[in-house]
């Protein structure tokens, strides 16, 4: 089993920036990939990013060159930096890990409301 907690979201006015956590705890040697996702209201959950454990990034082309994935695998934590956000950004964020075997897990989510 693994545990993901995701902290950081919150209310910012368009042009801002906040840095979401994902902290995991458990079984966390049998991930081999992490991610984020996000919801708008309304809309389905899409794809943000993800990360290797290698440190490998991929990014969705809407937030390409403005959010940023990062690991500190000293504290089993992975991080998205999100920058120069717009109203378009707003949503409840994931953190997704996915196991050797495919399996998924998914955090509680984060919410992030962007202002204009």
């Known amino acids: 089993q693994v545990q993901l907690v995701e902290s950081g979201g919150g209310l910012v006015q368009a042009g801002g920036s906040l840095r979401l956590s994902c902290a995991a705890s458990?079984?966390?040697?049998?991930?081999?990939?992490m991610g984020w996702y996000r919801q708008a209201p309304g809309k389905q959950r899409e794809w943000v990013a993800t990360i290797t454990t290698g440190g490998s990034t991929t990014y969705a082309g809407s937030v390409k060159g403005r959010f940023t994935i990062s690991r500190d695998n000293a504290k089993n934590t992975v991080y998205l930096q999100v920058n120069s956000l717009n109203p378009e950004d707003t949503g409840v964020y994931y953190c997704?890990?996915?196991?050797?075997?495919?399996?998924?897990?998914w955090g509680q989510g984060t919410q992030v409301t962007v202002s204009s």
């Open positions: 997704n890990g996915v196991q050797s075997n495919g399996f998924n897990y």
């Open positions: 458990g079984s966390i040697f049998s991930i081999v990939l």
